[in-house]
């Protein structure tokens, strides 16, 4: 893949590492979700691989629209080092349901704190480029994840925590 020569090819590259992002996220979010007991959580999980799909779906479509869909694809090497981390704390570790729920929680966060902040710079680089369109998806997409976050703190601190604390 050659350097980005301009702001334009950077936004493109910016899409195409987020396409990669999300689909890593998909994959691990479905199997931890498969490794959940407490069903709240499970729900949460499975919840957030149609969202994360319907991004990727929005995603392709922009790269489609900026020139972006038949180029070289991109591989997230940070989302595949936050997957890592999952799948060693959430699939392989022998911890108690409560532990597990707990690890999938903050797992989870992680992934998507890094979607934020790659959305939020494929929107800043939209916005600056004048693509409106792109820019509002963009937009709806970072209220979209800050909302399932904050779903997910609400149910870490109203159950799954001190679920978790017992087994202490």
Known sequence: MSAPKNLSDLYVEELKDLVSANDQMKKIVK?????????????????????????????????????????????????????????????????????????????YQRMSHYGIAGFGTAKAFSDALGRDDDTAKLDEIVDDIYGADDFASELAERSVNLAAKQDN
């Open 31 to 107: 199997q931890m979700a498969k490794k959940i007991e407490d069903e709240a959580l499970s729900g949460m999980l499975d919840d957030a691989v149609g969202g994360i799909e319907e991004h990727t779906q929005t995603l392709r479509a922009m790269l489609a629209d900026n020139g972006g869909a038949d180029k070289s694809k991109e591989h997230c090497k940070g989302m595949e080092g936050l997957v890592a981390e999952a799948r060693a704390h959430v699939i392989d570790e022998d911890v108690s349901d409560e532990v597990r729920a707990v690890a999938a929680i903050a797992q």
